[in-house]
């Protein structure tokens, strides 16, 4: 272990030079997850339509969000989603579902929600900012391409008309090809 | 008992490549080796192999960490295992199948049955170094961390990180603080396959959107309150036959019992002759390392043996802005009298980054968070609390900020008196 005393005593030299002697380490440790999540957190720049709440102030690893477009087919619903972070952020995504049984095409009746930044191209370059905003697009844009409520998805290709009308009725807490879906005009 | 008559040519005289041959003393490495305490992360696949390395090179006092049983499928290269120890701990089998055979009484080797998370940051203290044979990206993170969070006058222990994944390894030497840790070399994993969840549910193409449908949507819609459990039978087979139905309905083959059970459980094929030589590139530091006798990896080795073998050894630069060793805890003194609320503004004049909305956290609260709005409503009652209230001793202090690359981690000093000076004097 001569070597490694070799480097400590030229690091040592190099903090005196430096003026710091006060070497003492903390108590505790934050993990990495947290040092990034409270970056990405703290940085969040969201517009107005699209509200957090944490349901546990001490805990920012899992919280919920509330998306209420202006415009497109879902505008002024209320859309809960709960967000979970783990602590191998950001090697693995957040985990969101969506809590309200809604009829859209790329969201299921559990609440399954295929975007693509959450799955399979999610990277750690991404940021909780950029996740959300692709929550939100999705809302504003359904895609009929890649369906995860495949009925839906058929009617938005075929008659974007009814599907505007499904949606509008859908939201309402209504009966679509006989599934209830929830009423999210309520706050 | 067997003698060190293989090894005593290599400790005997300095090596060709000695850093320091003035200083180098073939008794003191033969002391070092009889009492370096070693500590073994993982019994597993490469664990067996360390810990047989390890003993067989020299070393007395061994402790292993494991928080694996052993199960039916280790046993064609966990060597140290046997039928009758199925279900048993990895660690505990281990360090007795060891002792068994190598026949020293003055080897010991200590195992602890159990999560490395489960010991605190103190306890890894006492060792000199720290080689690991890990299967999880999470536990590399947490030693990595945990290692460099120990750093001080006295101590720095070097993490030898052993991985192998099919016919690839690599082996690494990290000296925490000194070259790049895992956490500066994150970007070079490659991440776990997934697949999109529109294809699972609509179009299927491979045997493995099958299973992924049974485990991603057809699990929890008919177990909503119970987490799969890969080592029930009935679960494995439940899984196997949905994802077989669904195979047929679809015409795709290959879905097996075991590709359902390697996709649930995200298996990677494990073969033993890479463990071997990784954990034989591991074993060798830890034996330099430890005797002097010749220099260090310089840092990074990796291996291949898809076609032929290849080897190539680098050394990975350290990042700047790691967010692990690349931070390193600043001292800033504070009043004893100050406000949160004082020492935020302290923080961003004084320092040579001038903060816009700083955010400040410890390990156990949030002591302040300038956003999302919500957050700083719950936390701004903080800010005129005393700071040496919300602090425990030693605590660290993380400081986020746009204008700040990653984070900053500040460590208190209290100075002064407890009471507003000019308060006293009114």
Not at chain 1, 117 to 127: F, K, N, Q
Not at chain 2, 151 to 168: A, H, M, Q, S
Not at chain 2, 190 to 212: D, F, Q
Request: net charge negative; proline share 7%.
């Amino acid at each position: 272990m001569l070597k490694l005393r070799q480097l400590k005593e030229k690091q040592k030299a190099q903090a005196a030079a430096e003026g710091h002697n006060n070497s003492s380490t903390p108590t505790t440790s934050i993990s990495a997850a947290q040092l990034r999540l409270q970056k990405d957190i703290t940085e969040l720049d969201l517009p107005h339509t699209i509200k957090v709440q944490f349901p546990d102030p001490s805990n920012f690893f899992t919280f919920n969000l509330t998306i209420t477009p202006q415009q497109g087919y879902y505008r002024s619903g209320h859309f809960h989603f709960k967000v979970d972070i783990n602590n191998n952020f950001p090697i693995d995504p957040p985990k969101i579902k969506c809590l309200n049984k809604i009829y859209h095409p790329n969201i299921d009746l559990e609440g399954n929600i295929c975007l693509n930044i959450l799955r399979e191209d999610w990277s750690p370059v991404l940021s909780l900012s950029q996740v959300l905003m692709g929550l939100n697009f999705l809302l504003l844009e359904p895609n009929a391409n890649d369906p995860l409520n495949k009925q839906a998805a058929n009617v938005l290709a075929k008659d974007p008309r009814q599907f505007e009308r499904n949606v509008y009725n859908s939201m309402r807490g209504g009966y679509i090809d006989s599934v209830y879906f929830d009423n999210v005009m309520k706050k | 008992m067997r003698d060190l008559s293989s090894i005593l040519p290599l400790v005997e005289t300095a090596g060709p490549f000695n850093e320091v041959p003035e200083e180098y003393d073939p008794h003191d490495s033969l002391l070092s080796l009889a009492t370096t305490k070693i500590l073994v992360i993982g019994a597993g696949g490469l664990g067996c192999e360390i810990l047989k390395n390890l003993a067989l090179t020299g070393f007395k006092d061994i402790h292993v960490i494991d928080m694996d049983t052993i199960e039916l499928s280790n046993l064609n290269r966990q060597f140290l295992f046997r039928p009758e120890d199925i279900g048993k701990s990895k660690a505990e089998v281990a360090a007795r199948a060891i002792i068994a055979r190598i026949g020293d009484d003055n080897l010991k080797i200590t195992p602890y049955f159990g999560k490395i998370q489960d010991k605190p940051r103190e306890y890894y203290r006492q060792f000199s170094v720290v080689i690991s044979g890990l299967d999880s990206i999470e536990a590399r993170r947490w030693i990595n961390a945990t290692l460099m969070a120990l750093v001080d006058e006295e101590t720095l222990v070097p993490l030898i990180d052993g991985g192998t994944e099919g016919l690839r390894g690599q082996s690494r030497v990290i000296l925490p603080t000194i070259s790049s840790c895992f956490e500066c070399s994150l970007d070079l994993l490659s991440p776990k396959v997934t697949y999109p969840v529109c294809t699972i549910a609509n179009t299927p193409r491979l045997p493995e959107h099958c299973i992924e449908w049974a485990n991603q949507l057809q699990w929890p819609r008919h177990f909503p309150d119970r987490k799969f459990d890969a080592d029930n039978p009935d679960d494995v087979d439940w899984m196997y036959q949905m994802a077989k139905t669904r195979a047929d309905e679809f015409k795709i083959e290959g879905v097996t019992r075991s590709l359902t059970l390697g996709v649930v459980k995200n298996i990677i094929p494990a073969i033993a002759s890479t463990n071997a030589v990784i954990a034989a590139s591991c074993c060798n530091e830890a034996f330099k390392f430890v005797t002097n006798s010749n220099p260090l990896l310089n840092n990074y080795m990796m291996y291949s043996g898809d076609e032929s073998i290849f080897t190539y050894t680098y050394p990975y630069a350290k990042k700047d802005n790691c967010p692990v060793c690349g931070n390193m805890p600043k001292w800033v003194k504070a009043e004893r009298w100050w406000t949160l609320d004082q020492f935020i503004e302290e923080l961003s004049t004084k320092q040579e980054v001038q903060m816009t909305r700083p955010s400040l956290t410890t390990s156990s609260r949030y002591l302040y968070l300038s956003n999302p709005e919500e957050l700083e409503k719950l936390t701004r009652t903080n800010l005129s609390k005393k700071l040496s209230d919300l602090l425990a001793p030693g605590e660290e202090i993380v400081v986020t900020d746009p204008k700040l690359p990653i984070s900053m981690k500040v460590l208190v000093e209290f100075v002064g008196s407890e009471v507003d000076p000019e308060f006293i004097n009114k």
